[in-house]
């Protein structure tokens, strides 16, 4: 199998952060992306911050198994790094960044890459599943839900959190993100996002999570998100939010 011709959101957040598994096509878009909208770099850093943040608050609370939806590439400061300990499991529904993936991540015994549609979870390999994510169903997991919620739409997404919350132990976590309307004025930056993408105003948040329940810190942008010391000056193009899976 030959190298990609088309560029992926997941590779391009890659050469965002400065990691190393992206190709020329996903650089060139990149730099396109940049010419219609700005500096991405700084703003997608703060992501994996939050990221990074997220996980450890997770992990913080004994929780040792993770599952990640729209994983894409599996690097740079990623959740295997940040819960060194724990065992995870990304997904993703891109051939092309499944098998990247994996590539990345060969030879690991505590960390697996596999397919999954996050909008049905029955796509997962339980093998994958339980070897991963051990307990899950029965006992409290970190579930990842990050740079995926704007791929899709109201209904998709709640019947998705629903789904989720009825197969999640109690206990377990959800860090997740939203987009803004951030790109509205820069329509041209926009239309690169694809007829799916779909950007929110902060109030619609909340109700999408249905029966997840935001932390007291809310949903928030994610650099002000339990930020370790001064936030980071830069555009609120996405709200975080850790929320839990209760007691039914
Ligand atoms: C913008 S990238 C985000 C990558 C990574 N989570 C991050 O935050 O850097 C979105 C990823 O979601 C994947 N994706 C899109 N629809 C999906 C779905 N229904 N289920 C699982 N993954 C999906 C894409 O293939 C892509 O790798």
Redesign the pocket.
């Known amino acids: 199998m030959g190298e990609p011709d088309q560029p992926?959101?997941?590779r391009m957040?890659d050469y965002w952060l400065g990691g190393a598994d992206h190709l020329p096509v996903d650089v060139a878009a990149a730099t396109a992306f940049e010419q219609a909208y700005g500096p991405c770099a700084p703003v997608?850093r703060e992501?994996?911050a939050f990221?990074g943040r997220a996980v450890r608050a997770i992990a913080a609370q004994g929780v040792d198994g993770f599952l990640?939806?729209?994983?894409?590439?599996p690097t740079m400061g990623n959740v295997h790094e940040v819960a060194a300990e724990a065992t995870v499991l990304y997904?993703?529904?891109?051939p092309v960044?499944i098998r990247l993936g994996q590539r990345i991540l060969a030879g690991s015994d505590r960390v697996g890459y596999g397919f999954?549609?996050?909008?049905d979870i029955g796509t997962i390999d339980p093998a994958q599943l339980h070897r991963f994510v051990p307990g899950w169903g029965r006992r409290p997991v970190g579930v990842?839900f990050?740079?995926?919620a704007a791929?899709?739409d109201d209904d998709t997404l709640m019947r998705t959190f629903d789904e989720l919350y009825a197969a999640a132990a109690p206990g377990s976590l959800l860090a997740v993100?939203f987009d803004t309307e951030e790109l509205a004025t820069h329509p041209q930056a926009l239309a690169m996002m694809g007829p799916t993408f779909r950007m929110r105003p902060p109030a619609a948040f909340a109700p999408l999570l249905g029966r997840w329940a935001p932390t007291a810190d809310g949903i928030v942008p994610v650099s002000r998100w339990r930020p370790d010391g001064v936030p980071a000056e830069v555009p609120d193009a996405f709200y975080g939010a850790l929320a839990v899976r209760g007691e039914d």
């Open positions: 992926s959101t997941a957040i997608f992501l994996r990221l990640v939806f729209g994983a894409g590439v997904t993703d529904v891109d960044t999954g549609d996050a909008t990842v990050l740079g995926l791929f899709l993100d």
